[in-house]
């Protein structure tokens, strides 16, 4: 079984829907929590950043993080078509020295 | 501010032979990192180096190789090359080692094995 599990997809809604991604991990070490996002033919543009649990939101983005569920979210409001990318989850722990990715979420907007 | 230059971008080789990805990482970070990617598998770690040392090592063969110079800039080798290593390499630096989540990520480096 896999450290972090994403949930697939891949997405697709209309311009100005909600998109809720979810990851879920096992590691109970996991402090630093990410999303990244990945254009076709790029790599990941690191997209949220959060220390253990809570949330935290930047514009149209809220990152959640429930450490008692391992469970994390990143809420997209206003989805626009610019927001069409793979959206990758990735967490660590300092111990570890290395991040760990789930498999990523393929999210398209439809104008 | 320059971000994290991966050189070449694409590059075709054929099994047997070997290979050398360049990256030079943002100024002032002194962290690089390696990643694996492929659909199969995902991001998968290679390997770390803060200060010209290997600081972490993922579950490579160790025909994937790595080292940094003393100005951060970093190359990973890899060495009698398999179809299986076709993959999109990418490199991604921060300012402290550890990896405690801020990695910037170049475009990458795509090999293609024939």
């Known amino acids: 079984q896999k450290e972090v599990e994403q949930d697939p997809g891949p997405l697709s809604v209309p311009e100005g829907a909600i998109v809720s991604l979810n990851c879920t991990y096992s590691n109970s070490a996991f402090q630093y929590f990410m999303w990244y996002r990945q254009y076709s033919r790029k790599g990941p543009e690191l997209l949220m950043y959060?220390?253990?649990?809570g949330n935290k939101e930047d514009g149209r983005f809220t990152a959640q993080v429930d450490k008692s569920s391992k469970y994390i979210s990143l809420f997209i409001r206003d989805s626009q078509p610019s927001d069409s990318a793979t959206y990758l989850c990735?967490?660590?722990?300092?111990?570890?020295?290395?991040?760990?990715f789930g498999d990523g979420t393929t999210l398209t907007v439809k104008p | 501010k320059a971000g994290v230059t991966q050189t070449p971008r694409y590059l075709i080789k054929t099994r047997g032979q070997q290979v050398t990805l360049s990256c030079s990482p943002i100024?002032?970070?002194?962290?690089v990192s390696w990643y694996q990617q492929t659909p199969g598998q995902g991001l998968q770690f290679l390997f770390e180096?803060?200060?010209?040392?290997?600081?972490n090592k993922g579950n490579f063969p160790g025909r994937f190789s790595g080292r940094q110079f003393s100005n951060s800039r970093s190359e990973m080798n890899v060495s009698t090359l398999e179809l299986g290593d076709s993959a999109l390499y990418l490199c991604?630096?921060?300012?402290?080692?550890?990896?405690?989540?801020?990695?910037?990520f170049g475009e990458g480096s795509r090999l293609t094995v024939l």
């Open positions: 990735a967490m660590s722990d300092t111990n570890a020295g290395k991040s760990t």
């Open positions: 991604a630096s921060s300012v402290l080692a550890g990896a405690n989540g801020e990695l910037f």
């Open positions: 180096y803060f200060s010209e040392t290997q600081r």
């Open positions: 100024s002032g970070h002194r962290s």
């Open positions: 959060t220390y253990s649990s």
